[in-house]
């Protein structure tokens, strides 16, 4: 009877047992149903079996694919498939699933503590379960969207710190992330060639994509908007800045990427790039520069808030007041929050933002705010606050606070991983100031995923040092 016992671990029994349940429970169902199945089902399930196994046995391929997939799902929207948004939440599900099968299945529990850090999966899981509960609204559509916009992006977090191989997945992932932006790039300088009715003319919308800034089109690359295309961007110049080595190929790729950047006309990027050559800086050990460059970041910030002064729309909003704002945001803003009564828990999961948008809910100002017409809250900290109240931005800060403390102590450590880390989430949080990217795609997707998997392929080096030491 031993001789005939599997020897296999307990999640792999488990993974294989499931995976056999599925066929039986589709063979069941086939067979009720016939072939009212559309073969497009078939392959979709396909595609997120074949995910799964990807993210457990070849994360490095699976991501480096992930990534371009993810940049190029907008313009193929527009383009080629109207259908094919739904892509990105079945590879998430896929490495939400497959993160599992790490965390619970896996039997020892020395590789869970080293895998994932239990103060990010608590602060996560505080997070998580307040949009769930959702204290300040009910449970609809909205709730649902809203649910799904915010677990995405933070479950891709700890996707990022527990699965296997990270420092390989890194690797593959920084190379695969710069290539894709170089596209993206080149295709926004394209726009810029063509201009603003040949892109109408291919199926983009003034509505949508299609914007100006002082008469001069924002490119947009092969995202929705030009704020999620520079954000993009973004992400790129930070992992040539902390990760690629200097080479001809990356300066080439620098000057792509800064030209993408120049024309999709997003005065934030400016701010974010100063913030990055502090960082820098701070790297090369001029610390008094740093110092210096960072407060130049926050006169620049500073200088956005004047020159925002009279600008009567946003990508969201439209705003008739003509006091000093942030590019018109700020009476939106305080129309979104509502009375300081529902701050502590928030106005409701869904209320307002995107979540709101995509549901058919329109937020609707108050009699005397004239021309107001909110659909979205530009602001990540702000939107939070709609959504989960103060309590929800705690657990938020607590949340950062504990992956800059992870990337502080991996950089003490000498690991370029870790400078990588706190550079996308630079990038992040002052990207949040003037938009909704904690839930934002791809930029909130791929961020924090990377910032995880940069977490966690700097703990991989501790271990490996550890292990190679003399005892």
Not at 155 to 181: E, H, I, N, W
Not at 390 to 401: E, T, Y
Request: proline letters at 3%; one cysteine or more; a positive charge.
């Amino acid at each position: 009877m031993r001789a005939l016992r599997l020897p296999l671990p307990g999640y792999d029994l488990a993974l294989r047992g499931g995976a056999g349940l599925f066929v039986l429970l589709a063979a069941y169902v086939s067979v009720k149903m016939g072939a009212q199945i559309g073969f497009g089902l078939v392959l979709v399930l396909a595609f997120f079996a074949a995910c799964v196994l990807g993210f457990l046995l070849a994360p490095h391929w699976t991501v480096a694919l992930m990534i371009p997939i993810f940049a190029f799902i907008p313009a193929a929207k527009v383009l080629v498939a109207p259908k094919i948004g739904p892509l990105k939440d079945v590879m998430t599900l896929a490495a939400i699933l497959a993160t599992l099968a790490v965390l619970v299945l896996e039997p020892s529990r020395e590789r869970r503590r080293i895998l994932a850090d239990r103060w990010v999966l608590l602060a996560v899981g505080l997070l998580l379960g307040l949009y769930v509960v959702n204290v300040g609204g009910g449970h609809g559509i909205a709730w649902a969207q809203g649910v799904r916009l915010a677990a995405e992006p933070l479950l891709l977090l700890v996707a990022g710190l527990a699965l296997t191989k990270p420092g390989r997945t890194l690797r593959y992932a920084t190379v695969s992330f710069v290539a894709t932006a170089c596209v993206a790039a080149l295709y926004g300088l394209y726009q810029q060639y063509v201009g603003k009715w040949a892109l109408v003319g291919m199926g983009y919308s003034f509505t949508t994509q299609v914007r100006s800034y002082n008469s001069h089109l924002r490119s947009f690359g092969t995202f929705d908007d030009p704020f999620a295309y520079a954000a993009f961007l973004l992400f790129a110049i930070a992992i040539l800045l902390f990760w690629t080595r200097r080479s001809v190929l990356a300066a080439g790729c620098g000057f792509v990427l800064f030209a993408g950047l120049a024309v999709s006309f997003v005065r934030t990027a400016a701010l974010i790039t100063v913030a990055l050559a502090g960082l820098w800086l701070a790297r090369k050990g001029f610390a008094s520069s740093s110092v210096l460059v960072m407060a130049a970041a926050i006169a620049s910030s500073g200088a956005i808030l004047i020159t925002g002064a009279g600008a009567t729309q946003t990508t969201s909003y439209q705003a008739g007041s003509t006091s000093l704002t942030l590019n018109g945001r700020t009476s939106a803003w305080r129309t979104a929050l509502g009375p300081p009564s529902g701050w502590p828990f928030g106005r409701g999961v869904g209320k307002v933002g995107t979540a709101a948008f995509r549901s058919n809910y329109k937020l609707v100002a108050s009699a005397t705010a004239t021309n107001a017409n909110a659909k979205a809250v530009d602001s990540g900290y702000l939107a939070t606050i709609a959504d989960v109240g103060l309590v929800g931005l705690a657990v938020l800060v607590g949340l950062i606070v504990r992956l800059v403390k992870l990337g502080r102590a991996g950089i003490r450590r000498g690991h370029k991983s870790s400078w990588l880390a706190v550079a996308l989430l630079v990038v992040l949080l002052l990207d949040a100031v003037t938009r909704s990217s904690f839930t934002g795609f791809p930029t909130a997707f791929l961020g924090l995923f990377l910032v995880g998997t940069a977490l966690a392929a700097s703990a991989e080096a501790d271990r490996a040092a550890a292990a190679a030491a003399p005892r």
